[in-house]
């Protein structure tokens, strides 16, 4: 058998981290098996997915080296390699309506009133949200009388009622078992006759030939799903292999508000892909050897599926920089001066604008770009605290501020730019500065620290190490949201 394994990912924004951690090991995998890669674009979402976005996804895996042998952009002759594509060739709806003549889907006629109505009763008397099968037992021919003359309506499956999902993942020591009575009548085509990701993923890994679906663990709960879908389309499963997710330091899921999750960021900072990988790979794969510093390609040579870690790996910033600086050190003096114009010309587009009325002469860059390029700045404590203020003061406003941005970077697609970060700030200055009536001294000495001089002071001296910046708001959008928090946070320990 020909080992092949794919990736999927979803145009929806930035391409994330954990697309490439799953890439390196897919890729590794085929290569160690004399396989093939395939980049498949799960674009069924068409409200959220983007051109960009995908053409982000191509260039970010082509700068990582993770170089497919099927793809949009490649060819292959298991194509188109979007789904969107594949809707229009109507791929889709022959294998929906091939499961509803075996009587293992259904014509679903609820309208969008009605599941809501559904959810917030089942919400109400604490029982599992889940669609309620009221047109399973629909007669075929009457649903498709009704479909004719034009009445909206998807295709669900028929999931079991009794028994248990059982699935031995090679990587896992317990076997996955989930009762059919807690799975839900997915929806597989929707009324527009486009897939849900369920039915498109397993149809488009038949066709392409699939071997294994090696995955997160976010996937588990769909396997069984996956796994039945197959059997009842007649398919030979490819065997599904999850691995651990990407974890912050205290275990959560990583995410953009603890770390940055964008490959363009790494990047944008100058990151090595060939230090990005190693450190990727560290976290799932140990070198038999213990070497901490190698590339994919020797990894390929030595990788093994079965010594994944599961575990939660955990993505330390620390760790990368680390390997980062191996990485860099040994560079030739070429390639180094290349990284380092790289670096340089990838933000003076942005910066220069900013500092180029503080500059007499070109070396003037150099002094002034320093806050926006340094991994940390060394503000001094004395700086720190506004005229009027002590460090009680003081070091209360930043870590309010810092949560501010914190919630804020939290949210959905937050835009960072100078407005948007003047918006925020002003916002909070103007609900926080408020006096109430009767208010305490504490309460108005509190509202009193929200106003513009020292709190743009104290905010500029914590963000740049500096008593004298560029216009604040456009000097923290080009520092960036996350390097904000981080430096937010270093100044209240100068505070101690």
């Not at 090696?214 to 996956?226: D, G, M, Q, T, V």
């Not at 940055?260 to 990005?276: D, H, I, K, M, V």
């Not at 620390?318 to 010309?345: C, N, P, T, Y």
């Not at 001294?441 to 106003?451: H, P, T």
């Amino acid at each position: 058998m020909s080992v092949r394994v794919r990736i999927a990912p979803s145009p929806t924004g930035d391409p994330h981290v954990g697309t490439a951690y799953i890439g390196l090991i897919n890729y590794c995998f085929a290569k160690r098996h004399g396989g093939k890669f395939i980049l498949r674009v799960e674009d069924t979402d068409q409200t959220r997915c983007t051109p960009e976005s995908a053409q982000a996804i191509y260039a970010s895996l082509r700068w990582l080296g993770l170089n497919y042998d099927e793809g949009p952009d490649v060819g292959g002759d298991r194509g188109p390699y979007v789904q969107s594509e594949r809707v229009k060739l109507d791929l889709y709806r022959k294998f929906a309506e091939q499961l509803v003549d075996q009587g293992d889907a259904y014509y679903c006629f609820c309208s969008a009133r009605e599941l809501d109505v559904m959810r917030k009763r089942q919400q109400a008397n604490g029982e599992p949200i889940m669609y309620d099968r009221r047109h399973r037992g629909i007669d075929r021919n009457e649903a498709r009388e009704r479909a004719a003359k034009g009445e909206p309506y998807v295709v669900r499956m028929k999931a079991p009622l009794n028994g248990e999902f059982v699935y031995r993942d090679r990587l896992r020591k317990q076997p996955v078992v989930k009762g059919w009575k807690e799975i839900d009548d997915q929806v597989l085509l929707k009324s527009d006759g486009w897939p849900t990701y369920h039915l498109a993923a397993v149809v488009d890994d038949h066709l392409m030939g699939i071997t294994h679906v090696i995955r997160a663990e976010e996937w588990l709960n769909s396997l069984p799903k996956h796994i039945w879908l197959n059997e009842r389309l007649g398919f030979t499963a490819p065997e599904y292999v999850h691995v651990g997710l990407l974890r912050n330091a205290d275990k959560s899921k990583i995410s953009k508000r603890k770390n940055p999750t964008s490959l363009l960021w790494y990047r944008r900072q100058g990151f090595l892909p060939e230090a990005l990988l190693n450190f990727l790979a560290l976290l799932g794969h140990s070198h038999p050897e213990g070497k901490e510093k190698f590339s994919v390609e020797e990894l390929a040579a030595v990788f093994d599926l079965d010594r994944i870690n599961v575990a939660g790996p955990v993505f330390d910033l620390a760790k990368l920089r680390h390997l980062q600086g191996q990485w860099f050190r040994e560079l030739s003096a070429e390639r180094m001066k290349e990284e380092i114009h790289r670096a340089v010309d990838a933000r003076i587009d942005q910066l220069l604008p900013m500092l180029k009325e503080r500059m007499a002469c070109g070396g003037d860059y150099l002094t002034q770009v320093e806050p926006f390029y340094a991994d940390q700045v060394q503000p001094h404590a004395d700086d720190l605290i506004p005229k009027g203020w002590d460090k009680a003061d003081a070091t209360a406003v930043l870590a309010e501020v810092q949560k501010l941005v914190k919630s804020y970077l939290a949210g959905d697609n937050p835009v960072w730019d100078a407005p948007s970060v003047e918006t925020l700030l002003r916002e909070a200055m103007t609900e926080r500065s408020l006096v109430p009536e009767g208010a305490t001294d504490a309460q108005r000495k509190g509202a009193a620290l929200w106003q513009p001089k020292g709190l743009f002071m104290l905010l500029r001296v914590a963000a740049t190490g500096r008593k004298e910046s560029p216009p604040l708001f456009d000097t923290l959008a080009a520092i960036g949201g996350l390097k904000l928090v981080e430096r937010l946070g270093h100044a209240q320990l100068k505070l101690r």
